[in-house]
Antibody
Framework: QVLLVQSGAEVKKPGASVKVSCKVS????????MHWVRQGPGKGLEWMGS????????INEKEFQGRLTLTADTSTDTVYMQLSRLRSEDTAVYYC???????????WGQGTTVIVSS | DFQLTQSPSSLSASVGDRVAITCRAS??????LNWYQQQPGKAPKLLIY???RLQSGVPSRFSGNGAGTDFTLTISSLQPEDFATYYC?????????FGPGTKVDVK
């Protein structure tokens, strides 16, 4: 049974950074990549990027222009999403998702709410 | 980037109705088209991958078809638990964009 468990909600001030974790169980992270998707309040889904053992980091540069960093710690089967220079528009629920080989997201974390407010 | 549009943006239906949602890509994405269902406050759930393949555990009333730029998700007989928002996603080229969503609510 694959399970993705994300870290808890965060409240940050504009200009700060946030780091969200996603711990994997049920498979070995080393062989698989992880995608990140976010959803603003009342909005649709936005693909942020992915991290994988072969391709490394792939970022949606048009939307995140150097603010997004994706990393993984294979010793703890945990992946991380760090978003810097936060602004109010970054207020959203952030999800990690484990892809199939065709890129569809088969398993999802429960979501982490990030609120950016002064 | 590959843009996706969905129609309709919302629809009202009754239990037992046949429902169809379309997704159109700005350029050909072969069969790299996926469908998700999202209930309020929950993570999305994969329904269909590779345009027409039913994800394990998903009821057979859900089906998908299409290739290239035009795709359809069909629910053959709408059930109470199917009232939700549905998103298509292309996994042909990064960034793996999502459609804007189609909300299915009770008539």
């Amino acid at each position: 049974q694959v399970l993705l468990v994300q870290s808890g909600a965060e409240v940050k001030k504009p200009g700060a950074s946030v780091k969200v974790s996603c711990k994997v169980s049920g498979y070995t992270l080393f062989d698989f990549s992880m995608h990140w998707v976010r959803q603003g309040p009342g909005k649709g889904l936005e693909w942020m990027g992915s991290f994988g053992p072969e391709d490394g980091e792939t970022i949606n540069e048009k939307e995140f222009q150097g603010r997004l960093t994706l990393t993984a710690d294979t010793s703890t089967d945990t992946v991380y999403m760090q978003l810097s220079r936060l602004r109010s528009e970054d207020t959203a629920v952030y999800y990690c998702g484990s892809p199939r080989s065709d890129g569809s997201l088969e398993f999802w974390g429960q979501g982490t709410t990030v609120i950016v407010s002064s | 980037d590959f843009q996706l549009t969905q129609s309709p943006s919302s629809l009202s239906a009754s239990v037992g109705d046949r429902v169809a949602i379309t997704c159109r890509a700005s350029h050909s994405i072969s069969s790299y088209l996926n469908w998700y269902q999202q209930q309020p406050g929950k993570a999305p759930k994969l329904l269909i991958y590779a345009a027409s393949r039913l994800q394990s555990g998903v009821p057979s009333r859900f089906s998908g078809n299409g290739a290239g730029t035009d795709f359809t998700l069909t629910i053959s007989s709408l059930q109470p638990e199917d009232f939700a928002t549905y998103y298509c996603q292309q996994s042909y080229s990064v960034p793996f964009t999502f459609g804007p969503g189609t909300k299915v609510d009770v008539k």
